[in-house]
């Protein structure tokens, strides 16, 4: 299923109305989450990307991160691949809780070289997003793992508590 998935950017909406995504960079206060908190010093400090309906980073895996000798830990991949598509969401102007994560890794994720994951929406079903993500070599364009995930918005009032804690905001960058 996951190499069926609809290509980046691409939203089947069932019903709700698409809007055209900005494209720049995310911004938002300092946290400690593991995968893009700047305050987490042990996490990944990912930078995160807007891009006309998706979401994708760039990062070359130190070695803190390693599994096998000179390979990522497949944990760390997951997580990269689960933050691209949850940050797909907020592109839609939503916030949500991963539900379901489905990770298959097509090849060895190596430390110290330069990587790319993207998440888009693949379809929107009231408070249901289903989301898909591309993990790849940037020098080779092979691709590394792929994964699909089920996230669901949070309630509008702890949508709106999350908004002011974190203060997200998209930034925009020339093209």
């Keep these: 299923m996951t190499s069926e998935a609809a290509a980046p950017g691409a939203l089947t909406t069932a019903g709700a109305s698409q809007t055209r995504q900005r ?5 938002f206060a300092p946290h400690n989450c593991f ?3 700047q305050l987490n010093v042990s996490g990944l400090q990912l930078r995160l990307h807007a891009d006309e309906g998706s ?4 990062i070359a895996l130190p070695h803190r991160f390693e599994g096998w000798d000179e390979i990522a830990h497949g944990g760390v991949v997951s997580a ?6 949850a ?3 907020i592109a839609q102007d939503r916030l949500g809780f991963t539900a ?11 430390i110290e070289r330069k990587i790319r ?3 888009w929406i693949t379809d929107r079903r009231r408070r249901r997003f289903d989301t898909a993500a591309r993990l ?18 949070a309630p509008a009032a702890q949508e709106a508590q999350m908004r002011g804690r974190y203060g997200i905001r998209i930034v925009e960058e020339q093209r």
């Design 80 to 85: 990269i691949l689960d933050e691209v598509m």
């Design 35 to 37: 995968a893009c908190g």
């Design 87 to 89: 940050w797909s969401l």
């Design 55 to 58: 979401c994708w980073t760039d």
């Design 23 to 27: 494209v720049g960079r995310y911004e």
């Design 136 to 153: 790849t070599d940037s020098i080779t364009g092979e691709v590394l793992a792929e994964a699909t995930a089920i996230y669901l918005a």
């Design 100 to 110: 379901r994560l489905q990770v298959d890794f097509r090849r060895p994720v190596p």
């Design 117 to 119: 994951a993207t998440g």
